[in-house]
């Protein structure tokens, strides 16, 4: 029964990669044909190595836009763009293959869900405009976001409404057919583009066809890539790697954690960096776990990663038999198809639970903008700087708590936020609400011997480092500087909550001493300042 919903699922997927691929390698400014042999590739290596049974790795449009802002930048001539692209793929494979080799699986959350949101949105503007000169059948000069969208209206007069007709009609139908999940509303639109245009003669009255796809591989030279060029692939290849990253573990995980199936992250860091591996061995565009196509093989029933393998082999077989009727597509049609697939990231609502929540809503503002005004490339570059900023600035600028006891119990929380806990006289207690690191520990430190000294009547003071698992050379100093500036005041200082691998760093510096005036809790850490005093 499972391999029979798979084999449903995966006939309905390949009538969705089939347009996808063909539109994100319009998106990318490369021939269908490497979109296409990489959905093939990518599909077929994932559902060897990975483990989601509802991914689906093919071309996705981030990685199609950022590809498209590199190439952009590189002299006219097919070869040579193949040649880089293939270049960049196939680093951006090694690099999840070293992530992985690294046991660096903690980067799938390298980039904030507040920033990889913004930057969607962003995105999914920037594509859809980029998407109306192909709807409306002109030709405007090659620009930023805001100089294609003028010269589109400025074009007004001369659109070419055939093309407009065929595009929204296209885009209507797929809107219409994506709350029916069972549908396979990209194939039908597909199916309909191609006999109308056949029927109609479309391309007769001026509407752009896709025409012949070759999907032979060609030869490449490997030593006409400078190495000036293959720098410039190698540096694409990080923001590449970055955002299929950030979109295939998000696509992975909000579908594994619906069923409750279990992850590994290293593995789909290795299954990534095959299917990229192989997507450049046929050519191919870099490939991913894409939200529309994965969602649509959960929505038709997939039972396992059999469906992503039976929809490759369905592809690759749609494409042979097919060939002289994909070529009669029309361009609006596929425009249509990429404008229906990031409709979920048009969607304003991830953005406005922000605001509701006041929280990361100008940061998720700023990867939206920083895409729109700087471009895609730049744009990315931005939203990873964002995601770094975000996390400095909330661990450089933690708060600092002071603890009281609540009645005779061993149980010490944050006296400003509970009024009922009681403080110890003559000990201040306090707790850092961030890791100690070297962007916030002399602040820290610093704050905490500013706000003891201004109490009168303290004589003794207990630090809680249950937030600071390890802390670097930095926090280690600005520690021992505080243990002796205050010892020197005539305060005696305690720890508590104090992690082994501190304690052991501070034998290592030769600061056995503090260590032996930590506990393993703010009671007795407390209990053992009261002692001395009796």
């Not at 021939?31 to 483990?51: E, M, N, T």
């Not at 959960?298 to 592809?315: D, N, Q, T």
């Not at 609400?433 to 004589?459: C, D, K, S, W, Y």
Request: proline residues 5%; aromatic residues 4%; charged residues 15%.
């Amino acid at each position: 029964m499972k391999i029979r919903a798979d084999i449903v699922a995966g006939l309905a997927i390949s009538g969705l990669m089939l347009p996808e691929a063909v539109a994100y390698a319009s998106i990318a400014g490369v021939a269908p044909g490497h979109a296409i042999l990489a959905a093939i590739a990518g599909a077929l290596v994932y559902a060897l190595a990975g483990r989601s049974r509802f991914a689906i790795v093919s071309a996705t449009s981030s990685s199609a836009a950022i590809l498209a802002a590199s190439l952009a930048t590189l002299p006219a001539g097919e070869g040579m763009r193949t040649l880089f692209m293939v270049s960049a793929v196939a680093i951006t494979g090694l690099l999840f293959l070293l992530a992985w080799a690294g046991r660096l699986g903690g980067l799938t959350g390298f980039i904030s869900h507040p920033v990889l949101r913004g930057f969607a949105f962003g995105l999914a503007i920037t594509i859809s405009v980029k998407q109306l000169p192909v709807l409306t059948g002109t030709h405007p000069p090659a620009g930023n976001l805001i100089e294609t969208g003028i010269a589109v209206l400025r074009a007004a007069p001369h659109w070419h409404w055939p093309s407009l007709a065929v595009g929204l009609v296209a885009l209507a139908i797929l809107l219409v057919l994506r709350r029916l999940p069972m549908v396979p509303g990209a194939l039908i639109v597909l199916v309909s583009g191609v006999a109308a245009s056949g029927l109609l003669d479309l391309a007769g009255h001026g509407v752009a066809v896709v025409g012949p796809i070759v999907l032979a591989p060609e030869a490449l030279a490997l030593p006409a890539l400078s190495y000036a060029r293959m720098l410039e692939a190698a540096q694409l290849a990080v923001p590449l790697a970055l955002i299929l990253l950030a979109e295939s573990w998000g696509t992975m995980r909000a579908l594994a954690l619906r069923h409750g199936d279990i992850l590994d992250p290293g593995r789909e860091l290795r299954a990534l960096g095959l299917a990229n591996l192989g997507a450049a061995l046929v050519q191919g565009m870099p490939v991913g776990a894409g939200l529309s196509a994965s969602a649509a093989n959960e929505a038709s029933g997939a039972g396992s990663r059999v469906a992503g393998a039976i929809a490759a082999a369905a592809l690759g077989v749609l494409v042979l038999f097919a060939m002289p009727l994909v070529a009669l597509l029309p361009q609006p049609v596929l425009a249509a198809v990429v404008i229906a697939a990031l409709a979920h990231s048009l969607d304003p609502r991830p953005l406005r639970r922000l605001w509701a929540l006041d929280r990361d809503q100008y940061i998720a503002l700023a990867a939206a903008l920083g895409v729109l005004l700087l471009g895609v490339l730049d744009g990315m570059l931005c939203a990873i700087l964002l995601s770094l900023a975000a996390l400095v600035q909330r661990f450089g600028n933690a708060q600092l708590g002071r603890l009281g006891q609540l009645g005779d119990s061993h149980n010490f929380v944050d006296a400003d936020r509970h009024p009922e806990a009681r403080p110890i006289p003559g000990i201040a207690i306090w707790r850092p609400a961030a890791p100690l690191f070297f962007a916030n520990a002399e602040r820290m430190f610093a704050e905490i011997a500013a706000r003891t000294l201004a109490q009168p009547g303290v004589r003794a003071v207990v630090i809680s480092l249950e937030e600071s698992i390890d802390i670097d050379s930095t926090a280690l100093d600005a520690l021992l500087d505080f243990d002796r500036a205050m010892q020197a005041k005539g305060f005696r200082v305690h720890y508590a909550r104090m992690h082994d691998r501190v304690r052991d760093l501070l034998h290592a510096a030769g600061a056995a001493s503090v260590a032996a005036r930590s506990d393993y809790s703010v009671a007795d850490a407390a209990a053992r300042l009261e002692s001395q005093d009796a």
